[in-house]
């Protein structure tokens, strides 16, 4: 047919293809609708109550019907960062971030070396049955592991340190101590399961290469350093990369679970000032800001990481 | 291929450095254990470090025989199974008609999921609008809101992809429909990522408490266990605290507190090696993203 033959076919034709289409696709469609709900009502909804932020909350009044705020509606933006409390959160949140990245990125690329090492098919096996455990504890237990393990006087980490002869440290009780405790104990909780990314990188790597490098005499160290990391370097930059874009992000059960009002200011993150003062508080408005402010710097670190993935060559995040 | 001495010698230290690390993994929990079933004065004497000392079992008997805790756990477990299933009839609905490429629509519907990744409403407009709906404080609220899970689905989905699709072709020629095409064939053959999903979905819901923390504190009865666990463990110096907290007998102490949490980790201990084979390659999915 023509072209204009094509435009000017009758317009039944093209019903009865979408009939057709319907007839095929339509029980599709119909299990697409809870889904699409859930999202719609669960995710985009709560969306639109982040006007809440720009306005005076009242418990009396409908979300849309609420008097703007001063400022053009940024008064609890300028409230928050005039709250001490918002402020040492978001030091926190940031400062136990970088730490988290710091000590606890390398932790499983290093771990997942090792382990890509050993001989011993057996014993690696079960070391990594071990090691994926704590992944599926809770923070709530691993909290109440930890208060009893290393408790100052009763702990079996301080009964050791005591019999070594030094004093015994507040791991949990003491600002200082606590965030590397806080450090230690995600990298403890997470090191066996992230293994699982690099381990599986790591089996994609040409065996070939190894045996080359082993006629050409590479030892160990330099089998590592020459074939090993570039190999997981698309994973390592890319998992670096998201983690970078979120920086800002905060979870709320580890530093709740494993903070005590000793330590609080250290350990009041984002997440969980958003919890006290907002759910418990009842400062809507303010918390609704703060959010809103994380979620914003969140999607521009996140964009930038994107682009800086790219950069680097590796796949985006979208 | 013949390996040279100092190869052998750095596979020792390798090893030995695994062994570190196991140590590491279980030494937390041996000590839970023990101090569960060590005897209080023994605890107190700090005398307790890998082995109980003075077998116990009183510690077990006493939260055992407390009915809010038994109630929790049993309540837990109920929720934990209705959430999990919930949550994969959402999931499978989800992926599999998404795996259509000739449906129309598939880009706009797949950008209106995983935006929701990238960007969310925020703790508390959640907390509003479950107010609204009049969701809180019932355990309804532990199960809907988080039903169903972005990353999960794509893994699923991803999943999904790797059937071919020359079999869902050949059963439609057949004169199947999609939701015939779902149950003959691509469930029968995704048996891998339903197993490794139910995992994530159940662990999640077992380890949960900050939605319950959240939404369902006035709700007292229907706590899961982490969360009266929580209170618990934070309140065993305050024997008030305690009584109203979780245990209607006063008088905490610490080795009752290991027994609380060790009964807690149980089920997944349990359920853990079982499933170990499943979670290895089910993660990997994730990592493959299409």
Known sequence: ?????????????????????????????????????????????????????????????????????????????????????????????????????????????????????????????????????????????????????????????????????LDPIPFLNDPNYWVWTYVFLGIWQSIGWNTIIYLAALTSINPELYEAAAIDGAGRFRQIWHITLPGLRPTIVTLLILSLGRILSSEFDRPYALGNHLVNNVSNVIATFVYTNGIRGLQFSLTTAVGLFQSVVCVIFLVIADILAKKFGERGIW | MVKSKSSRIGDYIVAFICVLLIVACLLPMLNLLARSLSSPDAIIRNEVLLWPKGLNLEAYRFVLSDSKYRWSLIWTAILTVIATTVSMIMTILCAYPLTYD?????????????????????????????????????????????????????????????????????????????????????????????????????????????????????????????????????????????????????????????????????????????????????????????
């Open chain 1, 1 to 165: 047919m023509s072209i204009s033959a094509y435009a000017s076919r009758p317009v039944s034709s093209r019903y009865r293809k979408a009939i057709n289409y319907l007839r095929q696709y339509w029980t599709l469609y119909l299990m697409l609708i809870p889904p699409i709900a859930f999202f719609a009502i669960f995710r985009y909804i709560p969306m639109t109550y982040i006007q809440i932020a720009f306005k005076k909350y009242s418990i009396v009044k409908n979300v849309w019907e609420l008097p703007w705020a001063n400022n053009y509606g940024f008064e609890y933006f300028i409230k928050a960062f005039s709250n001490r409390d918002f402020l040492f959160a978001l030091r926190n949140t940031v400062m136990l971030n970088v730490l988290d990245l710091v000590v606890g990125f390398p932790a499983p690329i290093i771990l997942a070396l090792l382990l890509n090492e050993l001989p011993f098919k057996r014993f690696k096996r079960f070391t990594q049955t071990v090691a994926y455990m704590p992944h599926f504890l809770s923070w709530i237990i691993i909290a109440g592991m930890a208060t009893q393990l290393l408790a100052p006087t009763s702990g079996l980490i301080n009964i050791v340190i005591k019999r070594l002869g």
């Open chain 2, 102 to 290: 000739k449906l129309k629509g598939r880009r706009l519907i797949n950008t209106f999921i995983i935006l929701t990744m990238y960007f969310n409403a925020g703790t508390i407009p959640m907390y509003l609008l479950l107010k609204d709906l009049h969701m809180l404080n019932k355990p309804i609220v532990l199960i809907i809101p988080n039903c169903l899970s972005v990353f999960n689905m794509i893994i699923m989905r991803s999943y999904f992809y790797t059937i071919p699709e020359s079999l869902r072709e050949s059963a439609e020629i057949d004169g199947a429909g999609p939701i015939r095409v779902l149950t003959s064939i691509y469930l029968p053959l995704s048996k891998p990522v339903l197993a490794t999903l139910t995992l994530f979905y159940a662990v999640g819901r077992w380890n949960g408490f900050s939605d319950a923390l959240m939404y369902m504190n006035n709700n007292r009865k229907y706590y899961p266990i982490q969360l009266l666990l929580y209170n618990i463990i934070k309140s065993i110096t305050s024997i008030e605290i305690t009584t109203q907290e979780g245990f209607t007998n006063p008088g905490l102490t610490e080795t009752v507190q290991a027994a609380t949490v060790m009964i807690a980790t149980v089920p997944i201990l349990l359920v853990y090696p079982w499933l170990q084979k499943y979670f290895i390659s089910g993660a990997t999915l994730g990592a493959i993203k299409d």
